[in-house]
């Protein structure tokens, strides 16, 4: 009898303990949606003033069976049915600057924005480069203790150059660690975490990936412009400049600190995630204006910048290397969230889904950009 009661007492010790986690890092249990962005803290950003439209020529896409892996194309036969039943919420294609085939399903419409997770990090250095032109920083391996002085030793020999390619050593496992990752997803402080990081290796030792390293790169922007909130600096910099014709938000830490998650807290339309694309595609003009300095957008192309992992990594791109005579790169975001870019055919392909709904998307969307 002794023993039942000693293990009631643990068994309500666990209930209690978990319930005050779950309430105290609100909610950190839940998987996180696209949809997060409708229900925490927000920053927006407006439209641009002159909204641009892009060019439409509806065009079917080559038969399913063509692009799409086997055991998809033998379940759903159709594009559509396929997009579907995958839990697309967005599915676009452009070539040659013409958006020729859009879907927009499970709840989304045209101009909803839905958040893109990792694919922010192509926003984040693309703000980098911008900041470094315009002389705000002064290079991309200035000291991360230049923006945060006084605080962790470490960041004397952490560089910018570091946090872009995920080789800042700080002791944190995106894909390891499932807590860790959403407690930082959650977390109502993300200065502080910042403040408090503990090292694994040296910076610039080893690639892994992480979205505190991104995190730091953000602050660091931010610091860099004292007198504007990197939200303006972004809408001024990138957002007006490509047109924006839908509204949109940065997820931010809390209401008190309003933090931007740079990492991954971007929430926007398909479209005007398009036209982001565009501007990569082109070099970093867009309707004829030089946005991103051309030979930063061209950084990686350089091949000995990326990461020797297998999936190439640089600059918050991934690149495909098995294919030596096409240039094909692409941001990707928890859930499914793609952006590729096939530089060689002129073509981008947008994916957003709730999930990734069993399909792996990276080839079959590498395999339509090429035969289009």
């Not at 063509?66 to 997009?83: A, G, M, Q, R, V």
């Not at 047109?243 to 600190?257: C, H, L, M, P, T």
Request: proline content about 3%; overall charge positive; hydrophobic content about 35%.
């Amino acid at each position: 009898m002794k023993k039942i009661s000693v293990l009631k007492i643990i068994t309500l010790l666990i209930v209690l303990i978990t319930s005050i986690l779950v309430f105290k890092f609100n909610k950190t249990l839940r998987v996180p949606s696209i949809f997060d962005g409708n229900f925490y803290n927000t920053i927006d950003i407006p439209t641009a003033t002159k909204p641009y439209h892009l060019k439409e020529a509806n065009i079917a896409l080559p038969d399913l069976s063509l692009w799409c892996d086997s055991i998809n194309y033998h379940k759903y036969l159709y594009t559509d049915i396929f997009l579907q039943n995958s839990h697309t919420t967005s599915f676009l294609v452009l070539r040659n600057d013409s958006l020729i085939f859009k879907r927009y399903l499970n709840g989304v419409k045209e101009g909803d924005n839905t958040q893109i997770f990792s694919s922010t990090k192509v926003f984040i250095t693309a703000s980098l480069g911008i900041a470094i032109e315009q002389g705000l920083i002064k290079s991309i391996n200035e000291p991360v203790s230049y923006f945060f002085p006084n605080k962790n030793p470490m960041f004397d020999s952490l560089t910018l150059y570091d946090l872009c390619q995920m080789k800042s050593g700080i002791n944190y496992d995106e894909y390891g660690n499932l807590y860790q990752t959403l407690k930082f997803y959650y977390l109502q402080n993300v200065t502080q975490a910042i403040n408090n990081a503990k090292f694994k290796y040296r910076p610039g030792e080893k690639f892994v990936y992480k979205s505190i390293d991104t995190q730091i790169l953000g602050e660091c922007i931010r610091k860099s412009t004292p007198n504007k909130k990197y939200v303006d600096f972004f809408y001024d910099n990138i957002w007006n400049k490509i047109g924006a014709q839908d509204s949109a938000y940065f997820a931010v830490d809390s209401k008190i600190n309003k933090i931007p998650k740079y990492y991954g807290g971007l929430n926007i339309s398909a479209r005007d995630l398009a036209k982001f694309g565009l501007m990569v595609l082109h070099n970093g003009k867009f309707n004829r204006q030089q946005i991103v300095p051309k030979s930063w957008l061209n950084y990686c192309n350089d091949t000995t910048k990326r990461s020797i992992e297998p999936e190439k990594y640089c600059m918050g791109w991934y690149y495909s290397e098995d294919d030596i005579d096409n240039d094909i790169f692409y941001s990707a975001g928890f859930n499914g969230q793609i952006m590729l870019i096939n530089r060689t055919n002129n073509t981008i392909i947008i994916r957003l889904g709730t999930d990734t709904g069993g399909v792996y998307w990276y080839p079959i969307m590498k395999k339509l950009s090429m035969i289009l």
